[in-house]
Every structure is written in C-alpha cells, then in structure tokens.
Nanobody, 124 residues
Framework: QSQLAESGGGLVQSGGSLRLSCTASGSMADLYAMGWFRQAPGKEREFVASINWSGITPHYADSVKGRFTISRDNAKNTLYLQMNSLKPEDTALYYC?????????????????WGQGTQVTVAS
C-alpha cells in the first residue's frame, strides 16, 4: 500500500516556472516507478513524465520535452517535476502516480496508486 500527496501547484504567468513535489508513504515506495499525469477541464488524463525506481532514463510526453524535468529523491521518498517555460496549455490538475514495478511507463492504467492532484494554472 502506498499513499501519495502532491504539492507545489499554483498560478503562474506564461513563461514562468513551478516545481511540483509528491511525497510517497508506505513500504517499498522507493522501489516503485513513478509518473506525473495531468487532466485539463473537459479532457482525458494524459501522461506527462515518468521515471523508474533508480531515477535513470526518464521519459516525457512530446508536449513537455525540453521544458519539464522529472526527478526523485528516494531517501526522502519524494518525486519532483520541475516545470519551466510554462504555457497556458499546461493548465491542468497534475497527479503523481506510482506502480508496483521498477520500470516506468506512459500507460495510465498500469499505475496503481494516485495522489489527489495539485492545480497548475498558467495565465497568458
């Protein structure tokens, strides 16, 4: 069992930056692959970025590649998403998720544990 809690969302101007954090609790949380997903109003939840248990070989959606950076600190059981050069189309509720597997994936249905989400709003 793992519980996730996101923080760091807010309102930012276009071109600005935010850093999201996700703290995981529960046994073996540091061995799980984790990811960030987002859902804008009226749209389906979509993949943003993922990272395996060791923090090596992150993967990104094309829409955020070069602007967002996913990382993790297993000693703190915390996942991060550094978001730079934010655009209005990045506005969404951002969720972190983890799966009981060391390998990351972009497939939403393979993630078992989800946080409640943190809102990111980018003003134009």
């Amino acid at each position: 069992q793992s519980q996730l809690a996101e923080s760091g969302g807010g309102l930012v101007q276009s071109g600005g930056s935010l850093r999201l954090s996700c703290t995981a609790s529960g046994s073996m949380a540091d061995l799980y692959a984790m990811g960030w997903f987002r859902q804008a109003p009226g749209k389906e939840r979509e993949f943003v970025a993922s990272i395996n248990w060791s923090g090596i070989t992150p993967h990104y959606a094309d829409s955020v590649k070069g602007r967002f950076t996913i990382s993790r600190d297993n000693a703190k059981n915390t996942l991060y998403l550094q978001m730079n050069s934010l655009k209005p189309e990045d506005t969404a509720l951002y969720y972190c998720a983890s799966r009981e597997d060391a390998l990351a994936t972009y497939i939403i249905s393979l993630y078992k544990y989800w946080g409640q989400g943190t809102q990111v709003t980018v003003a134009s």
